[in-house]
């Protein structure tokens, strides 16, 4: 059996995540872990099998140690991304009312993704921050006998779910526009997954997207416009593009690329060709297809968790 | 008497950029903030006139929260920037042998920079985190009277003096590539701070630096690559480019552009005419010149700081 690690606990959104891939997958594990490096040095030394881990959102940006690890930590490739709406629920036990809390729960992230419903509660209503979405939704689950504080916790309904908690007011988030984007990182470069993949043939290469880092040679004014003439003059769309520093210098930095396209394509041979002569640095992340994932019910069906490790 | 706002507490980073601003200003006087939302807000409620926030780490990158800021809730300017390299002291009371030393308090991504260091030291040793490098020394300094443990902290030289605490051992970062970039926001166009640059002439406007936000026309291919050229062709230089999410949709993006030149210059009011042609949103942010800054001994002088506020 293959082994799937993503960021945990156990009820985050990067569990959703992973549960529509695991989904589509057949005889993997799936194994929990609480710090993205952690996972992602998992995989590089072959103690998992495949991670997934966020690397952009909608509102937030860039996952910066994600991609700071791909570049300068690990030599891993993308074998799929996976994109998934936020959406926050108010979570409680069974027959709590909403204007009988007292304390509400989540990541700080969580807590300001929902400030306006919570301007509309009552004033003797707090919030407080803890680690994640599904520490909070666990806390309010794990309440003493003789504790009478009413509590909630903002979540995903996978946490509630988890504890056996319900859902008292749905997608409670300000902002509908909250998307976050996963990647699943594998070792062998050959292992993009065809299961993540609706179509199979190679003419339909142009639904891939690939991913690269490179560093464009120094000291050359317009050096970056040359780099992406390689693209515009091949009609190949950028779909990202991103700076980050290359830890030597200030003013030195990497850019992350992702487009449209698969390395097996002419076009994109011609273009990796070109960037080689324009770049000091070029590490090929790989092609794969995206999944892109909304809710489903089926993906909450309780018994699909019994299995969940934690990972050590 | 003008106000000139940091981000505080006293002894940090950014009151070390702000003194090397102040010593070349008339007039101001400073005041400490403790976060960068309420520091950029008082400026553009002209509660202050000018605020010393990061903008970017050559470790760690953007300082996405002042990016954001200046992109979405403000319209400020640039007026200067401000380049430091960060050194880390390990600090104590007088007559601490390092030895001796049992906690050792800083900001996480201050112990951070000095693992290769902190490893070295006993194991007995611990670490402890806190809110800042400056609120590690007041830590250091504040000690009860019948309170044995030794205790260090990890900050900038300036925390080290304003807690009568000195330097045990000097610059025990891992890397000595750490510099932070803050720059100098104000409100009106026009104030640009002529003190801040070396070279006055119309003629010299070369050694300035201009940065813009904008956003391209949406869904045309090469439209990055055509926005690049209108720098390319006129062989200006960028510094900087950096994406940030629009906030609206996952793939949409803000740019921030840096690039030498000045907007008084004929060819950069033709890249900005050229640029609005090829955006569906542009924002200038201003032209500046550069303060890059060691540290030197009179930044330290005690009497300096005797008239540092507290913001509310």
Wanted: charged share 25%; aromatic share 6%.
């Amino acid at each position: 059996m293959k082994r799937l690690g993503y960021l945990g606990p156990p009820g985050t959104f990067t569990q959703l995540a992973a549960e529509k891939l695991i989904s589509r997958l057949d005889n993997y594990s799936r194994i929990s872990c609480q710090e993205i490096p952690d996972l992602i040095q998992a995989v590089d030394r072959s103690e998992i099998d495949l991670a997934v881990v966020p690397i952009e959102n909608s509102l937030e940006g860039s996952v910066n140690v994600t991609l700071d690890y791909l570049a300068h930590k690990v030599s891993l490739n993308i074998a799929g991304e996976i994109i998934l709406p936020i959406n926050q629920q108010l979570i409680a036990r069974k027959g709590t009312r909403i204007s009988d809390i007292e304390e509400i729960y989540s990541h700080p992230q969580a807590l300001a993704q929902c400030r306006d419903y919570l301007q509309k509660l009552s004033d003797s209503c707090q919030t407080h921050r803890v680690s994640s979405t599904a520490e909070a939704a666990e806390l309010v689950y794990r309440r003493e006998e003789d504790d009478a504080v009413v509590r909630a916790a903002i979540g995903s309904r996978l946490a509630a779910r988890l504890n056996q908690l319900e859902v008292i007011a749905a997608d409670i988030q300000d902002n509908d526009s909250n998307w976050t984007r996963f990647v699943v990182l594998s070792r062998s470069e050959d292992s993009h997954l065809e299961e993540l993949s609706s179509r199979e043939s190679a003419e339909e290469k142009e639904s891939y997207k690939t991913s690269i880092i490179c560093s464009p040679i120094k000291n050359r004014p317009g050096i970056l416009h040359e780099m992406l003439a390689e693209f515009a003059s091949r009609n190949v769309n950028l779909t990202r593009i991103e700076s980050r520093p290359t830890r030597k210098m200030l003013g030195d930095y990497l850019f992350f690329i992702d487009f449209s396209g698969h390395l097996e394509q002419p076009k994109i041979k011609e273009i990796i060709a070109g960037l080689n002569r324009k770049t000091s640095h070029l590490k090929i992340l790989g092609s794969y297809s995206s999944l892109f994932a909304g809710l489903e019910q089926k993906d909450l069906e309780e018994e699909r968790y019994h299995e969940i490790n934690q990972f050590a």
